[in-house]
């Protein structure tokens, strides 16, 4: 809805140079809303479920403690295992950070997604 009233905008003829400033404000601010109503819906839903996250890092639990109840104990295989669970907690915090690239510990320049938009909108 929000293209088809930018197009709708875009279509009118304008008489005058003050219809066609406002015709301009009026593709500026209908293109801000549509750009905001997108950003809205791309940060409303979370990609990864609650309960899944929950079950996958109780099954890692899980499978660490067997690791560890069946291992000998010594340092090869304590460092062996404190290595691997820290690889394994890095995975899940990438994980966790790339549902929202534009914010938090790593980010993604916005740079590239407005170029293609602007060149969406022409």
């Known amino acids: 809805m929000g293209e088809r009233l930018t197009e709708a905008i875009r279509s009118l003829k304008a008489k005058d140079d003050a219809q066609r400033a406002l015709q301009s404000r009026a593709v500026d601010t209908a293109e801000s809303l549509l ?51 820290v690889s394994v907690a890095a995975a899940l915090f990438l994980v966790l950070e790339m549902e929202s690239p534009l914010t ?15 060149a969406l909108g022409k």
Do not use: D
């Not at 993604?108 to 938009?117: K, N, Q």
């Open 35 to 85: 750009h905001a109503k997108w950003m809205v819906l791309a940060g409303a839903e979370n990609s990864i479920p609650l309960p899944f996250l929950v079950i996958l890092v109780f099954w890692l639990t899980i499978v660490f403690v067997s690791f560890g109840l069946f291992a000998p104990r010594n340092a090869t295989v304590i460092a062996a295992l404190f290595v691997c669970s």
């Open 104 to 118: 938090g510990f790593i980010q993604v320049s916005p740079g590239p997604l407005r170029y293609a938009l602007s």
